[in-house]
């Protein structure tokens, strides 16, 4: 008996089994035992014991298992003796031959996950590996497979063995299901095999060893001292038994578990339909099995369709089936997760199994993709599809895909294209004609009113949504979103120069709303300042004695808690908070409007020629300098939103844009029946 370790899947665990017989024993199968094969199947009678093999690619080891202690089973009665070469063009075992890419991913969790697998086009089953560990001996039950008969030519075999993976060099021992014309329908032998040489069939004489579809095998392969090994096979089932040794120099870097598609001539068998077979009682025997791992390797097609692979991975009892057939896919990881709704996002799909692919469907809208068969992923780039989530899914040889909470693509609507800049202005007429540019909304005008005095302002509220205008008596006209908060004539005074007693000293010239919309400042020209709803009175030119020059404009500030003052002469006074920034004082062209920044902290001034003057953080963006005089003056500077630009409107309707200010029109060339007097705009 000799002592293997059931280290599989990590459990260290001693266990006797049955290592080999002391001597060979010739004894005839019993009558009717014997299996009925093709005279092709075995070439010739004579029995061969293979020499000892040297391995130029293979370092041979220096040290090796102690001999197992044997002794026969007493219940296998029938022992082979003969190993029989097979004829060169029957099947014979391969080394591993890698698809896709190198070997080998571990299966460190016994379980099926995400990644790529390891591929085979001759290969299916496990095999233990490891950085530090030397194997010398390998053993494990199994099932014979049944094998459908077919037109046409089919192999399979069924084996344990040590080396192969990575190397030329393998000493195997196992059953082999064959069927078709050249077999003479479907035979059923065991055989060993250490390569480079031949396969040979064991039995007695001539006389193959009966192997039927569902014989219960154990096997074993040992070293019992540098260089010699002992391979073991017994039929349960048929009750024989086969054990003899071997000299083979091989480094024992793996062992293995496998169901193959073997090789005829030089191209690898088509595999038949074994169904399923399974692996039991798994065991390995040697040194730094500690380092060792688990490898799965799954057989297919050149494009990694899966024809062959194990499962139900039994970590406790150290066993594990095989399957005829591809395993279904599924889709655990999608990257991105998620684009947008116009298509064109390319994304990687992994999961298991996800080989051999041949659709892919976001939301069961088929597109094209490409397969990276080494890392078992593949790319597709999302269709076109309307906000929300999709199942990604893939199809192979083993179905379609089951739906999974890792294969969600979310569609995500692009946001809203950003409003095109808002901007325009308003012109108005001494008649209260109203002229609209750009974004400005024409809310009504007072120019098919007849008015007592002419209208001399314009004041948006802050939201641009309506506006008020001012007329030299004080009259105020709401339209849009404005509310009207009183007006000098409701005061009960009548226009300045009327000769009315209660007359306004001077006619009012300019309007300006408070911070909060809630309110308004009217100023005259002698500087007298008026307020209205929450407007907040921080003084006047009479107040402190008068003002040089005739007030043109007032400008709130910041605040809401002060206010310029700013007269044809070019003084600008300040009232409450308002800071001062400066003034042009008299430059030979009279003051015609002022303006100040939108987060007050300085302002322009405009005088009848076009020139512009600016002061504290406003920023000169050029001016219409000599441009306007005389009947035609530069009436109105007004200024867009964000501060970067402002528009100078002249008497006729002209509007020269400066900074980052859009031209949207003017009225220039156009019969007005008043002339421009005041403008504003965002």
């Given at each position: 008996?000799?002592?293997?370790?059931?280290?599989f899947?990590?459990?260290a665990?001693?266990?006797?089994?049955?290592?080999?017989?002391?001597?060979?024993?010739?004894?005839?199968p019993a009558?009717?035992?014997?299996?009925?094969?093709?005279?092709?199947?075995?070439?010739?009678?004579?029995?061969?014991?293979?020499?000892?093999?040297?391995?130029?690619?293979?370092?041979?080891?220096?040290?090796?298992?102690?001999?197992?202690?044997?002794?026969?089973?007493?219940?296998?009665?029938n022992?082979?003796?003969?190993?029989?070469?097979?004829?060169?063009?029957?099947?014979?075992?391969?080394?591993?031959?890698?698809?896709?890419?190198?070997?080998?991913?571990a299966?460190?969790?016994?379980?099926?996950?995400?990644?790529?697998?390891?591929?085979?086009?001759?290969w299916?089953?496990?095999?233990?590996?490891?950085?530090?560990?030397?194997?010398?001996?390998?053993?494990?039950?199994?099932?014979?497979?049944?094998?459908?008969?077919?037109?046409?030519?089919?192999?399979?075999?069924?084996?344990?063995?040590?080396?192969?993976?990575?190397?030329?060099?393998?000493i195997?021992?196992g059953t082999?299901?064959?069927?078709?014309?050249?077999?003479?329908?479907?035979?059923y032998?065991?055989?060993?095999?250490?390569?480079?040489?031949?396969?040979?069939?064991?039995?007695?004489?001539?006389?193959?060893?009966?192997v039927?579809?569902?014989?219960?095998m154990?096997?074993?392969?040992?070293?019992?001292?540098?260089?010699?090994?002992?391979?073991?096979?017994?039929?349960?089932t048929?009750?024989?038994?086969?054990?003899?040794?071997?000299?083979?120099?091989?480094?024992?870097?793996?062992?293995?578990?496998?169901?193959?598609?073997?090789?005829?001539?030089?191209?690898?068998?088509?595999?038949?339909?074994?169904?399923?077979?399974?692996?039991?009682?798994?065991?390995?025997?040697?040194?730094?099995?500690?380092?060792?791992?688990t490898?799965?390797?799954?057989?297919t097609?050149?494009?990694?369709?899966?024809?062959?692979?194990?499962?139900?991975?039994?970590?406790?009892?150290?066993?594990?089936?095989?399957?005829?057939?591809?395993?279904?896919?599924?889709?655990?990881?999608?990257?991105?997760n998620?684009?947008?709704?116009?298509?064109?996002?390319?994304?990687?799909?992994?999961?298991?199994?996800?080989?051999?692919?041949f659709a892919?469907?976001?939301?069961?809208?088929?597109?094209?993709?490409?397969?990276?068969?080494?890392?078992?992923?593949?790319?597709?780039?999302?269709?076109?599809?309307?906000?929300?989530?999709?199942?990604?899914?893939?199809?192979?040889?083993?179905g379609?895909?089951?739906?999974?909470?890792?294969?969600?693509?979310?569609?995500?609507?692009?946001?809203?294209?950003?409003?095109?800049?808002?901007?325009?202005?308003?012109?108005?007429?001494?008649?209260?004609?109203?002229?609209?540019?750009?974004?400005?909304?024409?809310?009504?005008?007072?120019?098919?009113?007849?008015?007592?005095?002419?209208?001399?302002?314009?004041?948006?509220?802050?939201?641009?949504?309506?506006?008020?205008?001012?007329?030299?008596?004080?009259?105020?006209?709401?339209?849009?979103?404005?509310?009207?908060?009183?007006?000098?004539?409701?005061?009960?005074?009548?226009?300045?120069?009327?000769?009315?007693?209660?007359?306004?000293?001077?006619?009012?010239?300019?309007?300006?709303?408070?911070?909060?919309?809630?309110?308004?400042?009217?100023?005259?020209?002698?500087?007298?300042?008026?307020?209205?709803?929450?407007?907040?009175?921080?003084?006047?030119?009479?107040?402190?004695?008068?003002?040089?020059?005739?007030?043109?404009?007032?400008m709130?500030?910041?605040?809401?808690?002060?206010?310029?003052?700013?007269?044809a002469s070019?003084?600008?006074y300040?009232?409450?908070?308002?800071?001062?920034?400066?003034?042009?004082?008299?430059?030979?062209?009279?003051?015609?409007?002022?303006?100040r920044?939108?987060?007050?902290?300085?302002?322009?001034?405009?005088?009848?020629?076009?020139?512009?003057?600016?002061?504290?953080?406003?920023?000169?963006?050029?001016?219409?300098?000599?441009?306007?005089?005389?009947?035609?003056?530069?009436?109105?500077?007004?200024?867009?939103?964000?501060?970067?630009?402002?528009?100078?409107?002249?008497?006729?309707?002209?509007?020269?844009?400066f900074?980052?200010?859009?031209n949207?029109?003017?009225?220039?060339?156009?019969?007005?029946?008043?002339?421009?007097?005041a403008?504003?705009?965002?």
């Open positions: 008996m000799g002592i293997y370790s059931r280290r899947f990590g459990a665990v001693a266990v006797m089994t049955f290592s080999g017989l002391a001597g060979i024993l010739i004894q005839n009558a009717g035992d014997a299996a009925s094969f093709s005279s092709t199947a075995v070439a010739s009678a004579a029995i061969q014991t293979p020499a000892a093999i040297s391995n130029a690619d293979n370092m041979p080891r220096t040290t090796a298992a102690a001999g197992p202690q044997v002794q026969p089973l007493a219940a296998l009665k022992q082979m003796t003969a190993v029989t070469p097979l004829h060169a063009s029957q099947p014979r075992s391969h080394p591993l031959t890698p698809v896709g890419g190198p070997l080998p991913h299966l460190t969790t016994h379980t099926l996950t995400n990644g790529p697998l390891n591929l085979s086009s001759n299916s089953g496990l095999f233990e590996e490891g950085s530090g560990a030397t194997f010398t001996g390998v053993e494990a039950d199994w099932t014979v497979p049944a094998v459908p008969s077919s037109a046409v030519d089919e192999a399979s075999g069924t084996w344990l063995g040590i080396d192969g993976v990575g190397s030329s060099s393998l195997q021992t082999a299901q064959n069927t078709g014309p050249d077999y003479g329908g479907t035979q032998y065991a055989w060993i095999e250490l390569l480079p040489g031949a396969p040979d069939v064991i039995g007695t004489g001539s006389v193959a060893a009966p039927s579809p569902g014989d219960e154990s096997a074993s392969i040992t070293e019992t001292s540098l260089n010699d090994w002992t391979i073991s096979l017994d039929d349960n048929q009750s024989w038994t086969f054990s003899q040794p071997f000299a083979y120099s091989t480094p024992g870097s793996t062992a293995e578990w496998i169901e193959e598609a073997p090789t005829v001539g030089s191209s690898v068998a088509t595999l038949p339909d074994y169904g399923s077979t399974s692996f039991t009682n798994l065991g390995i025997a040697g040194s730094g099995l500690s380092s060792a791992a490898y799965a390797v799954y057989m097609t050149p494009t990694g369709a899966i024809i062959s692979y194990p499962a139900n991975i039994n970590t406790s009892a150290g066993s594990f089936s095989l399957f005829y057939g591809s395993p279904s896919p599924q889709v655990t990881s999608v990257s991105p998620q684009g947008g709704t116009s298509g064109g996002t390319s994304v990687t799909i992994g999961g298991n199994f996800i080989t051999g692919v892919v469907a976001f939301g069961g809208v088929s597109v094209p993709f490409s397969a990276d068969v080494a890392d078992g992923t593949v790319t597709a780039s999302a269709p076109a599809h309307q906000a929300g989530t999709v199942n990604i899914t893939v199809t192979t040889p083993g379609i895909s089951s739906l999974s909470g890792g294969d969600v693509f979310t569609y995500v609507a692009p946001p809203p294209p950003p409003p095109a800049p808002s901007h325009g202005y308003w012109l108005v007429g001494t008649d209260g004609g109203i002229f609209s540019f750009g974004s400005a909304q024409f809310y009504g005008s007072t120019g098919n009113l007849k008015l007592q005095r002419p209208v001399v302002g314009i004041v948006p509220t802050s939201n641009d949504g309506g506006y008020w205008l001012d007329a030299t008596d004080g009259g105020v006209f709401s339209f849009g979103d404005t509310q009207f908060f009183g007006s000098i004539p409701c005061l009960g005074l009548h226009p300045a120069g009327s000769g009315l007693p209660n007359s306004l000293a001077a006619p009012i010239v300019g309007m300006v709303p408070s911070i909060d919309d809630g309110g308004y400042f009217m100023v005259a020209s002698d500087g007298g300042v008026f307020a209205f709803g929450d407007a907040h009175f921080a003084g006047s030119c009479p107040g402190i004695g008068g003002c040089s020059g005739a007030a043109v404009a007032v709130p500030d910041a605040s809401g808690n002060g206010y310029w003052l700013v007269t070019g003084t600008v300040t009232f409450g908070d308002a800071g001062y920034y400066g003034a042009p004082g008299n430059t030979g062209s009279p003051v015609t409007s002022a303006v920044t939108p987060d007050g902290g300085g302002y322009w001034i405009l005088t009848a020629n076009g020139t512009v003057y600016n002061y504290g953080d406003a920023v000169n963006f050029g001016d219409a300098g000599g441009a306007f005089g005389g009947l035609n003056p530069a009436t109105a500077i007004f200024t867009t939103s964000d501060g970067g630009g402002y528009w100078i409107a002249s008497a006729n309707g002209a509007v020269d844009p900074g980052d200010a859009p949207d029109g003017d009225m220039l060339g156009t019969n007005l029946n008043g002339s421009i007097i403008a504003t705009g965002f």
